[in-house]
Structures are given as C-alpha cells and as structure tokens.
C-alpha cells in the first residue's frame, strides 16, 4: 500500500473546493499496489464491467485454482472452459490467454514499462488483445503508480462527477476531461479520492 503524497493533497485541496471537501473528511488513504505486471494485466481483465464483489470471488477461484501461482506459463495451460468454470466470460478467457502468450514470447517487452511514458505504455499494453485504454490507465495508477492519469471511460470516476460537480452523465468526455484538468498534475489522485469518498 502507498499513501497520498502531501504535495498532492495540498495542490487538490487548494485548486478545488469540492475535492478539498472530500479530503477533509476521508484524510490520507491508502492506494493498493500491484506491482507484478502479469498479475495485474490478468486482474484488470477479469474486474472489467463487473461489481467488485462479483470480480473479486471470479478472481479467487482462479487464484486458487493454480495455487496462487499466477504466472504466464500456467494460465497459458488454462483452457478456455476452465476459465468458464471460474466465472470468467469466453471472450475474457481468449484475452488472458492472449496475455499469458505475449509474456511468454515477448518477456522484453515488459521488462522496461516503468521507464516509459504513460503514452509508450499505453500503445505496448493496448496492442494485446483485450487491453483497452482503460484497462492500460488502470495499469498505470496502480502497478507503475502515475500521479496524473485521468480515466475519463470509468463509471465510478463519470458517476462521482456527475453527482459532485453536476456534470450531465451524457456529457462529452471532453467537459470531464476539462473539469479534471484543474487536477493535474495529481489527477490520479483525485480519483483516488472520487473512488474512495465514502469509504471508512
């Protein structure tokens, strides 16, 4: 776990009112960290477009399954009913397969993330069938732990705005991405915030 760093807090807090509120009440919180880049990838695939309670008892099946064993090699030995078994989508299977395959035969490929910028990472992982942009931004915020990554498809994040700032929900991402620029260059931890505001 890693914390909000306090330049981060002071800059949120003095830009905007609204997160300067939400901050007041939630203090310093705690941001998890994934630092295996397989793992994580894996994790996005199988929480996209679902609950957290629902992802989070698919993703301890298959955990348990390979004995928390959770590298390339072994969930490439996976076939796709397996993962059917687990709760997991035949189309998100084929994605965790392709992603078992690319760390198989392209290791270098994800040997150096950490020093790319965030759009180098996002062009390496998007290329892997089933890494979208988001998935990539999720990537970013919580395994190389980026401080101004803003992802402007997120429900939670849309959802949080809409309600705090009174942007319509079917507004352009645009008006989001422009109500979010005041963050910068701390935007992922403003959504830190927006995801965590009534957490305890």
């Known amino acids: 776990m890693k914390t909000i760093p306090p330049l981060a807090i002071k800059h949120l807090s003095y830009v905007d009112p609204i997160m300067a509120g939400i901050i007041n009440k939630r203090g ?5 960290e994934v630092d295996d880049h397989f793992y994580s990838l894996v994790m996005s695939i199988v929480y996209q477009q679902l609950s957290f309670k629902a992802a989070a008892t698919i993703f301890k099946r298959l955990q348990e399954h390979v004995n928390y064993d959770m590298k390339p090699e072994i969930l490439w ?16 299977a084929t994605y965790i397969l392709d992603i078992s395959r690319h760390f198989i035969e392209q290791p270098e490929k994800f040997h ?3 020093q790319q910028t965030d759009d180098e990472v996002t062009t ?12 990539a ?12 990554v803003f992802p402007v498809d ?5 959802t949080a705005i809409t309600k705090l700032y009174g942007v319509p929900k079917d507004a352009p991402k645009k008006e989001f991405e422009l109500l979010a620029a005041r963050w910068a260059p701390y935007r992922s931890h403003a959504c830190h915030y927006l995801w965590n505001q009534h957490d305890k």
Not at 137 to 148: E, G, K, S, Y
């Open 124 to 135: 390496n992982l998007t290329s892997i069938k089933g890494v979208g942009k988001w998935t």
């Open 28 to 32: 310093v919180i705690e941001i998890p």
């Open 112 to 114: 150096h993330l950490h």
């Open 154 to 158: 997120d429900l939670g994040i849309r």
């Open 77 to 92: 030995r996976l076939d796709e009913d397996t993962y059917r078994s687990f709760g997991v989508s035949r189309q998100k």
């Open 137 to 148: 931004q999720m990537f970013l915020m919580f395994t190389l732990m980026r401080d101004d």
